[in-house]
Nanobody, 116 residues
Framework: QVQLVESGGGLVQAGGSLRLSCAASGSIFSISVMGWYRQAPGKQRELVAQISSGGTTNYADSVKGRFTISRDKAQNTVYLQMNSLKPEDTAVYYC??????????WGQGTQVTVSS
């Protein structure tokens, strides 16, 4: 089994920054993609950013230029640096891992709250 443990969420004022971390452990098969999703109350879960094993990144339009995803392959850890945060970024952020068999794993989620 694979475990994803997220950290770094919290409460921040608009314009501030937070850095999320997600560490993967357990019976990890070869990783294809790691990424972050978020879900705000009453809304569907959406992709925020993802990074492939080759380093290719993909961002939601709403966070481009403000968020940066990075990865430490040796530590099976992915980070999300979030700058210039807006109240609409408020959500539960979930770490996701997809391996080369296309199996998906999810973290427990970490709350990010941006006050105006």
């Amino acid at each position: 089994q694979v475990q994803l443990v997220e950290s770094g969420g919290g409460l921040v004022q608009a314009g501030g920054s937070l850095r999320l971390s997600c560490a993967a452990s357990g019976s990890i098969f070869s990783i294809s993609v790691m990424g972050w999703y978020r879900q705000a109350p009453g809304k569907q879960r959406e992709l925020v950013a993802q990074i492939s094993s080759g380093g290719t990144t993909n961002y939601a339009d709403s966070v481009k230029g403000r968020f940066t995803i990075s990865r430490d392959k040796a530590q099976n850890t992915v980070y999300l640096q979030m700058n210039s945060l807006k109240p609409e970024d408020t959500a539960v952020y979930y770490c996701n891992l997809r391996d080369i068999r296309n199996y998906r794993y999810w973290g427990q989620g970490t709350q990010v709250t941006v006050s105006s």
